[in-house]
Nanobody, 115 residues
Framework: VQLQASGGGLVQAGGSLRLSCTAS????????MAWYRQAPGKQRELVAS???????NYADSVKGRFTISRDYAKTTMYLQMNSLRPEDTAAYYC??????????WGQGTQVTVSS
């Protein structure tokens, strides 16, 4: 599985961005896709995840502001980020999980929120 993330950028506080993650390769057995983020000097943390059945999960810090989704063909995952805050500044990584296998990772896309 190869993952390609895009959509990061610089935005003012209160603004919005939409991240995309396109999967290719042997994607038919992906069980969960997720977004993680890592700020300088901090550990990577889970932001949101979505199962193949459409169930979603969010970190408390982004609930009500971020929305994760997948397209019908399940090849692209999105993260709609609204009401962005400076503390959302981080490199955002997409990940795919096939149960019983290590996570697949895409390259990071940088999100910078200015105050």
């Amino acid at each position: 599985v190869q993952l390609q993330a895009s959509g990061g950028g610089l935005v003012q506080a209160g603004g919005s961005l939409r991240l995309s993650c396109t999967a290719s390769g042997t994607i038919f057995s992906i069980n969960v896709m997720a977004w993680y983020r890592q700020a300088p000097g901090k550990q990577r943390e889970l932001v949101a995840s979505i199962t193949s059945g459409g169930s979603t999960n969010y970190a408390d810090s982004v609930k009500g502001r971020f929305t994760i989704s997948r397209d019908y063909a399940k090849t692209t995952m999105y993260l709609q980020m609204n009401s962005l805050r400076p503390e959302d500044t981080a490199a955002y990584y997409c990940s795919a999980v096939k149960y019983g296998s290590p996570n697949y990772w895409g390259q990071g896309t940088q999100v910078t929120v200015s105050s």
